[in-house]
């Protein structure tokens, strides 16, 4: 499966963003999917993650609440909702994907996943 990241930009404290992430390649309903992001200095850490069969989902501490992973078979695509951004989530943000042989699992480890995009670059200004 190979990903593709878009919808990153700035935004203004409390305002929102959508990342979309486009795949091409294998059959989509068979992987899980994750976003990750990075800031500068920082490791790479988990935002959220979706399972295979899109019924289960996971957040971060830092964003539940605020963030909604969603997955569309059909579209091949998996999308971030970001509301009430904060400056602290600025970061650039990853798409991944697992092949996964289990329907509801949920990975939040980087080293889970073995396909990545190439990263879009969220900037929330105070």
């Known amino acids: 499966v190979q990903l593709q990241a878009s919808g990153g930009g700035v935004v203004q404290e409390g305002g929102s963003l959508r990342l979309s992430c486009a795949a091409s390649?294998?059959?989509?309903?068979?992987?899980?999917l994750g976003w990750f992001r990075q800031a500068p200095g920082k490791e790479r850490e988990f935002v959220a993650g979706i399972s295979r069969n899109y019924y289960n989902t996971q957040y971060s501490d830092s964003v539940k609440g605020r963030f909604t992973i969603s997955k569309d078979n059909a579209k091949n695509t998996v999308a971030l909702q970001m509301n009430s951004l904060k400056s602290e989530d600025t970061a650039v943000y990853f798409c991944a994907s697992r092949y996964a042989r289990l329907m509801g699992i949920v990975e939040v480890r980087p080293d889970g996943y073995q396909n990545w995009g190439q990263g879009t670059l969220v900037t929330v200004s105070s």
């Open positions: 390649g294998r059959p989509f309903n068979q992987y899980a």
